[in-house]
């Protein structure tokens, strides 16, 4: 029955998600992909043992995606915690209602984030990353149902691994969680590409969206810079040319008239080597025949 009905879920979660793709939407159902997640975590945990983080291997179409899961008794969460890559689940932790045991299903959406999650008015600048507990009291089976978690001193703190917002003010910068219903909640930044949580769920970093006529008139300020830019490159071009041109047509003009004109002999002086005439140009004629 349990496997008929584990079917049943990754039938209609497959169902959904090619149906949003197959329709060309821009955004997908997050509960789908979560109901998946939470097949895969069944499927891995139920090789594994407790205690020990495995990797959970997804379908190539969802490359890009991370995902992993470890199961925990409530006594080893209490007095050790549990720490992801990017999610630290500090000690002294309660699960409520208690379980024996819990598994921890954490993910990072990776360039999938903006597909599933978008706030009107807000750009991601990190991946979506986040965690769900369920209650894994069956050494054989993940039940569907969702733990709470309950901290008594530090909070949980989410570790971004990138932010792509280098270049803006970081004051602008706003932590936001991602609820049930498509709620989202804001929150200030404790640390650099870090959040901080009480509780489970998805979690970005986003920005005030820059708007649409600002962007058309930083993009036609772009081109005009550009094009004064190249113009410019282009006229100093055409002038080094023309001066080039004009400077070779000099030279061959003045070799062209160094051609005809006469070759003079030379001669030297104390070291100095002068020109000479060989023969008088004009021969000397006299004006009368008279001779006195």
Known sequence: MGSDRSW?????????????????????????????????????????????????????????????????RSGSLWAR???????????????????????????????????????????????????????????TTLSDRKVTLSTTSDPVSIHFPYIEAEDKNVTELKCVKFGAGGSVKFQNMTARNVCVTGKAGHFSVVIPSM????????????????????????????????FILLRRMKIKTMEKESDNAETLDTFWVRGDKMPSASMIRTQPVLEHDYVP
Not at 47 to 53: E, F
Not at 95 to 101: I, L, N, Q, S, Y
């Open 8 to 72: 049943l879920i990754i039938f209609m979660v497959f169902s959904s998600l090619l149906s949003s793709i197959a329709g060309g939407s821009d955004s997908h159902d997050p509960e789908a992909l979560d109901a998946l997640f939470h097949f895969y975590a069944n499927q891995t945990l139920a090789k594994h043992r407790t205690g020990i983080l495995y990797k959970i291997p997804l379908p190539s179409n969802f490359s890009g995606m991370e995902v992993s899961v470890i199961r925990l």
């Open 81 to 139: 915690g549990s720490n992801s890559s990017f999610i630290m689940i500090p000690p002294r932790v309660r699960a409520f209602p208690h379980v024996k045991r819990l598994a921890i299903v954490y993910e990072n959406l990776g360039e999938w984030s903006s597909k599933y999650y978008q706030i009107p008015g807000y750009t991601l600048v990190s991946p979506v990353v986040g965690f769900n507990v369920y209650d894994s009291s069956n050494a």
């Open 211 to 242: 708007p649409e006529k600002k962007v058309r008139i930083w993009k036609w300020w772009v081109i005009g810079f550009v094009s004064a830019t190249a113009g410019l490159v282009l006229l100093i071009l055409v002038a080094v040319i023309i």
